[in-house]
């Protein structure tokens, strides 16, 4: 190629050779691809930063969101992280001076409403001439002094606190009679009784005050069983209890007929010793005396097979309200 050109070449015209061109042609085309190059490297490095900062703004304003009143920061331009951080710190600080503030002015206003209500509750009370607190009013308040006059009688008068203590008395009372009386009913008492069909089998049996007639019912069954097969083949309301001429319900307990003093037709319903009849022998029947009689235990249906008849003619029921003002012995009052 070379030898072509020095053949071909004419020095003496000035005009380049094609060696020259080739050579200037090349050179030209990378320096401008140099420069391409260059320019692309340094667009792609521009954009590489602005990603970079863009990047690390988006982390900054995470941040920043996700902090506490974080909208609040007054910011004007861009700022770096570090100086974001310095103006949060500032703003906490203002803000926990502002709190520290405004909490210590509620409490002194919480501090004056208490001096204020100690003061009016001091001024209600009466103050002793000694023992006084800082504020000069008695440590200890002693009562309201009284303003009625004590010469005048108020007993009559309504009084809370009399009233309360006299219910307090009244249920100490009640509770302690309450206890009495039930130990009154575990009391054992002593009954003579007689089975009547007509004419009289006489036992005796225990029990307690507070046994209802029907509880008493069922133990005489019990102990008459042996010797009674009718009495034995029953219950205890196939039994009646007749005492004194009165046939008692099988509800009301002996303490009940002890307690009222029931009275019967012939004698007191609520004494269970047993005295001979005054309607047999030679004793004055017309003397009252407090004296009882064995009460009777019948079979109802002996009852309703003999009630027309005497001693049956004479038996009535129990009645809580009549009163017997003498006890008789027949149809007719001695």
Known sequence: MGDFVKKFARPDTGIRTVEGQVSGSRAAGLEKQREKDQAEFAAKKAKMEEDSKRGAKSID??????????????????????????????KNKRKESVDLE???????KDNLKKKKKKKKKILSLS?????????????????????????????????????????KIERKLKQEWL??????????????YSYWDGSGHRKE?????????????????????????EVAAGVAEDLMYVKEDIMLPCDITFYDLITTKARGKSGPLFSFDVHDDIRIGAVDSRVE??????????????????????PASRWEQYDPAKEFSKFTISDKNV
């Open 127 to 167: 103050f002793a001439a000694d023992g006084e607190d800082e504020d000069g009013a008695s440590a200890v308040p002693l009562k309201k002094k009284s303003k009625k006059n004590p010469e005048v009688e108020t007993s009559f008068l309504p009084d809370k606190d009399r009233e309360a203590e006299k219910k």
């Open 102 to 108: 405004a909490e210590e002015a509620e409490r002194e």
């Open 205 to 229: 049996i225990t029990v307690k005050k507070g046994n209802t007639i029907l509880e008493f019912l069922e133990l005489v069954r019990l102990d008459l069983s042996s010797q009674f097969r």
């Open 289 to 310: 005396k407090d004296e009882s009689h064995p009460g009777k235990i019948v079979d109802r249906k002996w009852y309703d097979r003999n009630k027309h008849i005497f």
């Open 179 to 192: 206890a009495k009386q039930d130990a009154v009913k575990e009391e054992k008492l002593k009954i003579t």
């Open 61 to 90: 304003d995470k941040f920043l969101q996700t902090s506490e009143n974080a909208t609040a920061v007054d910011v004007v331009g861009l700022v770096t992280g570090a100086e974001w951080k310095r103006r949060m710190e500032e």
